[in-house]
């Protein structure tokens, strides 16, 4: 399965097949690369970001912990594909509720670091917005909707406890980080969750670090220059925002089905000119979009 940016290798089928067949795989998950890097400093901690989640997921399964599926470069098996009922279409993050509906029914994924897929990352911060809280949005949804099955005997020991743990960090941390943050500002006490913000930050760093250094195959990866990797833990902190902001409207409000369709350019050289062009247009404007 592939997005309509996918950049695929000439030989991205002879290892991948070969690499599903080997091992109890029934999905596989192909290492996302963002192609466009060097336009911004956006697009490059995109990058970043890529590879920090790949060896992320590499990581949890090398300990017994679950894969997970993110759109873009999944081979899939059709049968534990049906055997799980099919693709959800009440979801906003498709790959994201497939990935734990075919965990909780035993149909482990696995991860291929190479060969990568290729893809766009988005140019501009409005894009960043709309396509991080779908995302969030349904990610969340997914373990709204399926978190039952985490004490329902079907998974090992490690895989509830790698899910229980990646959705506290994931989402919990985030939302106590901002109500910490403004219990603050509200009543002049310093804050409490500082040290695992941190450690969060510095363990991200590290991974992204790891990530960018190994990766080989496809795009050229970012420099770890000092500056790249204060724009990475930067560039992390919008989680922190999306997250909580995410979480209260999806508390107040009703479900939504809202998709935004992240626009794709082709071409990076093109991409280039465009994002030139748009900073143009809005230094031009005295900063008003």
Known sequence: ML?????????????????????????????????????NPLTRA??????????????????????????????????????CGGFNESTLTDDLDLSLRLVLAGHPIGV????????????????????????????????????????SGRLSRFQTFDLLAFGLLQYAMPLLAAADLLGMLLSGSPPLMWPFSIVA???SALAMVGGCRRARGGPVMPAMTPFN??????????????IPWVTVRMALLPKRLVWAKTLHHGDVEEAQDLAAEAEGELAAGGGQA
Do not use: C
């Not at 990797?229 to 560039?235: D, E, F, S, T």
């Open 201 to 203: 930050f510095a363990s």
């Open 229 to 242: 990797i204060a724009l990475g833990i930067l560039y992390l902190t919008h989680w922190f925002v999306v």
């Open 46 to 83: 995109q990058a970043m970001e890529m590879a920090f989640d790949a060896l992320l997921q590499e990581g949890r399964l090398a300990r017994g912990g679950v894969g997970e599926l993110r759109g873009n470069g999944q081979l899939l098996r059709r049968e534990a594909v049906l055997a």
């Open 112 to 151: 291929l670091w190479d060969p990568p897929v290729g893809e766009e990352g988005v140019l501009g911060l409005p894009a960043l917005w709309r396509q991080r809280q779908r995302w969030a949005e349904g990610g969340l949804q997914r373990f709204l909707d399926h978190g039952f099955g985490f004490g």
């Open 3 to 39: 997005d309509a940016d996918a950049d695929l290798q000439p030989d991205t089928l002879e290892r991948l097949i070969p690499f599903a067949e080997a091992g109890p795989w029934d999905a596989v998950q192909l290492r996302k690369a963002v192609v466009n890097a060097s336009v």
